[in-house]
């Protein structure tokens, strides 16, 4: 399933429901208490998978949980709106948070990050012009850090083929994140079967949420060519 660099969110809930396997109603927030002023693309998440569980006690009460692995979009009831901004979205260790425009459906994305390393900081910068492009890179990121089984690895997608007997399918490709926008993108996302493979800032990483014997294809081949780092569970 190859998502669209559309503005719509319609792939992206069909991947999330095939990738998790059931969905809910409850898993999104009632529409009646979403703000009416928060961009159509925020508003459809949040009534879609706003609530959506992980199954876990880690996370503040009606949290969108699958979507707070890495970084962690606010609830609901943690939307701060000042003036015409609203910060929905930070970094793990609140190191940096997104922005986007109230009442502007149409509102980019904009972000402090750059503050880590600029000399010559300007606050929240535009980093996404698409808020629809920035969500599906952002979620996509959250299911592979909350898989059960997670691999960093070094290599090519090439060698991580080796891996698999089936061909791996592009899901996502040239996503931008949260870098300026210069810089490219950082995201890209494929999947062979129950398995999600992310590239994020030129490293790879695998998930799933089912027990995985990559070992047995670990061969003399493979092994030359790829460096496979268990991340969880440790």
Partial sequence: ML????????DLKDFLISWYGNYDSS??????EIPAYLPKALQELYAFAGRWKDGSDD?????????????????????KKDQDKITFLEENQANWTCQVEAGNDDSPVYCD?????????????SVNDSLYHFLKSFCLQEVVFGCKHLF??????????????????????????????????????YRCGDVLVMERFGDYWLGSSYDLDLASALNDDVLSSINLRRIKPD
Wanted: aromatic content about 12%; charged content about 25%.
């Fill in 152 to 189: 960093f690895i070094e290599g090519t997608l090439e060698n991580i083929q080796m891996l698999f007997d089936k061909p791996i399918e592009t899901v996502w490709l040239n996503g931008f994140y949260v870098s300026p926008k210069e810089d490219g993108p950082s995201h890209a996302f």
């Fill in 59 to 79: 996370h503040l009460g009606n949290s969108p949980e699958i979507f707070q692995q890495q970084d962690c979009l606010y609830s609901v009831e943690r939307l």
């Fill in 3 to 10: 998502l669209k660099d559309t503005n719509q969110l319609d």
């Fill in 113 to 125: 990050e750059h503050l880590l390393w600029d000399d010559h900081p300007e606050g929240h910068i």
């Fill in 27 to 32: 898993y999104g927030v009632p529409v009646d």
